[in-house]
């Protein structure tokens, strides 16, 4: 029953499972990524801000260690878009993940013309269908309760607003989701997979530090909190993380920059952008050097189900086992009812 409902997604992916793993700087790189594929699962390696000549050799060490399908993650507002484009066409990659914005279709065909099918992520139906329009061959949809940089509306409620409405290319679930149950419920209601970050964070095979993963093991949903905007002239994507020193620093840090515009001492345009760069550095100081006060614990709401380190197989075997699980329950119900 799992293998049907998720068929459209498997097929899409090319994967024995329709699970992505969410693209986290830092952590979705060679290691995670090819541990996911070779699972079954979708790796998908996180550009950020590398430069082209990184992801390329990002690429083909991935390579080296899985012959399974895995994709790359862009970020259309990097300096380099159309170089790391060429990366991914100079190496074959499948599938292409936009994030960071409406890709536009110049974008999408650049990528779609060497092969490639392309995802973007939609905040709502309304988006959803415009990235349809551009492209696009599948959507990720992804609530406020995932790690990182988060939109305003909940899994749930984006989930029922868009897979009745967008049923013309697969949609992929994201947000929250930490057990197959919740996976299942999802791909009934019509998903064609899902995604997952935050459960792969504390995987054997992910190179995050120690104090990283002892942070996400210890923390409860209730820690993973929003970022804070001071000043609505001065807009903020919410960031979610594990609540410490860094979030008590952004909130003074934004309070200074906006009194450095008020003195004249600063344009807001530069002002803006010295917010924006923020958590760039602290998310490597956190996941990378281990600094996991001064730094950016970025996870998802789902931290408080990631118990343990374990390899990424235990991981997928479990999600799997807890799906098919309840499936058989609700056979059994239905047919005693």
Not at 84 to 105: D, F, M, W
Not at 158 to 182: M, N, W, Y
Request: aromatic share 6%; with cysteine; net charge neutral.
């Amino acid at each position: 029953m799992l293998d049907r409902l998720w068929e459209r997604g498997t097929d899409f992916l090319g994967t024995r499972y329709a699970i992505m793993g969410g693209a986290m700087s830092w952590v979705s790189e060679r290691n995670l990524v090819s541990a996911l594929s070779n699972a079954g699962a979708f790796g998908v390696i996180a550009n950020g801000s590398m430069p082209p000549e990184l992801l390329e050799k990002e690429i083909i060490e991935t390579k080296k260690l899985t012959d399974k399908p895995f994709g790359v993650n862009l970020i259309i507002m990097h300096p380099q878009l159309e170089q790391l484009i060429e990366v991914c066409k100079r190496q074959n990659v499948t599938h292409v993940v936009l994030a960071g914005g409406i890709p536009s279709s110049s974008t999408v065909k650049a990528i779609k013309d060497y092969g490639a099918k392309v995802m973007g992520f939609a905040p709502s139906a309304l988006i959803g269908r415009k990235l349809v329009r551009n492209g696009v061959d599948a959507l990720v949809i992804e609530g406020m309760e995932a790690g990182g940089h988060i939109g305003p509306v909940t899994t749930s409620v984006l989930a029922q607003e868009v897979l009745p409405q967008i049923t013309d290319v697969p949609v992929f679930i994201a947000g929250g989701i930490a057990r197959g149950e919740a996976m299942v419920s999802y791909l009934e209601m019509g998903a064609s997979g899902v995604q997952l970050g935050t459960r792969f964070v504390c995987a054997t095979e992910s190179i995050a530090h120690k104090n990283f993963k002892d942070t996400f093991i210890r923390s409860q949903a209730r820690d993973a909190i929003p970022s804070v905007q001071i000043d609505p002239d001065f807009p903020v994507i919410p960031v979610r993380a594990i609540a410490n020193k860094a979030t008590d620093a952004f909130a003074r840090m934004q309070r200074e920059v906006i009194e450095q515009v008020n003195k004249g001492e600063l344009d807001k345009k530069a002002a803006q952008l010295k917010i924006e760069h923020f958590w760039a550095g602290a998310l490597r100081k956190a996941v990378i050097d281990g600094d996991v006060e001064h730094g950016s614990v970025m996870a998802g709401q789902s931290v408080g189900m990631v118990t343990k380190v374990e390899p990424v197989q235990d991981i997928i075997n479990e999600l799997i086992a807890q799906g098919e699980d309840y499936l058989k329950q609700h056979r059994r119900v239905a047919c005693s009812a």
